[in-house]
């Protein structure tokens, strides 16, 4: 499993694209709508919305500056093997490291989220 931090600006386009790997979306903050294959839903600070691996997905309609929490299952890029002569990406492990700092405070309030999310309640 890994973890990082995604922001889009508001009125910006999301250009990612599917991810050989799980994904959980935490909004930390923000307002935008997301789309995963066919289905479109509004998203806002506390939404967790989970994509499977190799779904076509983008946020879209960003009104708010958005923060994601993002989790990856397994970890980001585990599944895809190397090109030869190819570099992991600094960028990717400056989030990684980054997140492991930012994720405690959300971590509390992000398992009360998910525990309500597989037991059904309000």
Do not use: N
């Amino acid at each position: 499993m890994s973890a990082g931090l995604y922001r889009l600006r508001a009125g910006i386009d999301d250009p990612q694209q599917p991810h050989a790997e799980d994904e959980l979306y935490y909004i930390v903050a923000g307002r935008a709508r997301l789309r995963v294959g066919d289905d479109d839903t509004a998203v806002e600070a506390g939404s967790l919305v989970f994509v499977a691996a190799d779904v076509d997905h983008r946020f879209h309609a960003v009104t708010d500056d958005l923060t994601v929490l993002v989790f990856f299952a397994p970890a980001e890029y585990s599944r895809r093997e190397a090109l030869p002569g190819s570099q992991a990406s600094p960028h990717k492990w400056a989030v990684q490291e980054q997140s492991s700092q930012l994720c405690a405070p959300f971590t509390r309030d992000l398992a009360r989220k998910v525990d309500r999310l597989f037991m059904d309640e309000p």
